[in-house]
């Protein structure tokens, strides 16, 4: 069977993987209704989900070094119908976050298996096949808000059922393929996951500190989104829809950034959108009005949507086949547990009375000096990187 095919059901189960984390963001308002809690236990909620993310990437990679990669992500797939299904039946907040965690973990299994699966099914056109995986993740993150306000007309964990069911569906799908595809073996000489990383710790320290700081501002703003753009003056209707207007501006994003990232040098490329994606935060705050916050929401969407397959193509087009998965474990660990505490910070500063557009100009000012000085190393000649399969880092 055509890799292709397979390819076909990965992109089926990065679109769940990433809805499962996203649509708690919509849920917010609801989670603070429904139980009774402040804004920061709400925004704790949603960091828990992408702290379970960050949690298994250093184990998932050592795995990679003693299972397949089909294995574990048949792992992933398990793990996230069973977290979808406690999602849905929990009957309080402890249990809640208990099955938000668990959701992040399948998250997090997935994509430090898949990714460098991915990269090694199509090792001639690496960005373009992570743009086109990182486009199905990003439908997902367009049908989250959607999907909740049709399951709010009845009762909202119904998109967790529905996700649980899928879920199973599709991990069973991606199983079948497997066993009639020609699978790679790329992979195959990774079998030191602590040396296989320490020999790339300067690539994978660059891709953690830019990835993380950037993650960081964007986990605070969007998951905050909805209450954000209600301060405004927005309809709640109105607000919540805006979510999936910066989600839909990613569908491209992804497409044209894995291209971009096939052809132009890496440093200079990931500097530009994150730079892009400083200029988008501070217009959503300058601007007012339905109309001008459109424009800024999909500005912000599309910057901050490119950057995800361009860091990717960076890393795994630089890592050689024997420390691709281990170094890349290490990356996924260390960027998630970086980005992952934004909406808990952004929640604990508004509850505090901080005004969002007070919290959101400065996080996008402490992002422009990272990208300052980042610039600087770059003309330095400090920032690690090359072609693919290049020698390890020294």
């Not at 769940?16 to 609801?30: S, T």
Request: glycine share 10%; with cysteine.
């Amino acid at each position: 069977m055509s890799r292709t095919r397979l390819f076909g059901s990965l992109c089926a189960l990065v679109f769940l993987v990433n809805f499962a984390r996203v649509v708690f963001a919509p849920l917010v308002g609801q989670f603070v209704g429904e139980f009774a809690i402040g804004e920061g236990t709400a925004g704790l909620i949603v960091t828990l989900a992408w702290l379970g993310s960050a949690a298994p990437r250093l184990p998932a990679g050592w795995a990679l070094t003693r299972f397949s990669r089909r294995f574990v992500i048949l792992a992933s797939g398990a793990m996230l119908t069973l977290g979808a299904l406690g999602v849905a039946l929990a009957p309080g907040v402890p249990t809640l976050m208990t099955a938000a965690f668990a959701i992040g973990l399948a998250s997090g299994v997935y994509f430090v298996a898949a990714n460098p699966f991915v990269s090694e099914l199509f090792p001639d056109s690496v960005g373009r096949a992570m743009g086109v995986h990182g486009t199905a993740s990003q439908l997902a993150a367009v049908a989250a808000a959607p999907v909740v306000t049709v399951a709010l007309w009845y009762d909202w964990r119904l998109a967790f059922y529905g996700l649980a069911l899928a879920a199973a569906a599709t991990t069973a799908a991606f199983v079948l393929l497997a066993a009639r595809t020609d699978l790679p073996d790329a992979g195959a000489g990774d079998t030191d996951f602590v040396g296989g990383a320490l020999s790339e710790w300067k690539l994978i320290l660059t891709a953690v500190v830019l990835m993380g700081l950037t993650g960081f501002v964007w986990q605070g703003l969007f998951n905050f989104y909805e209450l954000y753009m209600i301060d405004k003056g927005l309809p709640p209707a109105t607000a919540r829809n805006l979510l999936t207007v910066i989600f839909a501006a990613g569908v491209p994003a992804f497409l044209v950034s894995g291209d971009l990232a096939d052809r132009l040098p890496h440093v200079p490329y990931l500097l530009g959108i994150v730079s892009a994606f400083i200029g988008s935060v501070v217009l959503v705050v300058a601007v007012s009005g339905v109309v001008a916050v459109v424009a800024a929401s999909l500005a912000v969407g599309f910057a901050i949507h490119m950057l995800f397959p361009a860091m990717d193509t960076f890393l795994l087009a630089s890592l050689p086949d024997g420390s691709r998965a281990s170094a890349y474990a290490v990356y996924s660990a260390g960027m998630m547990t970086t980005q992952a505490a934004g909406s808990w910070a952004v929640g604990e500063a508004i509850e505090a009375g901080v005004a969002y557009d007070a919290v959101f100009l400065g996080l996008a000012g402490g992002l422009a000096a990272v990208v300052v000085a980042y610039a600087a190393l770059a003309r330095m000649g400090r920032v690690p990187g090359g072609a693919a399969n290049a020698e390890p880092a020294a």
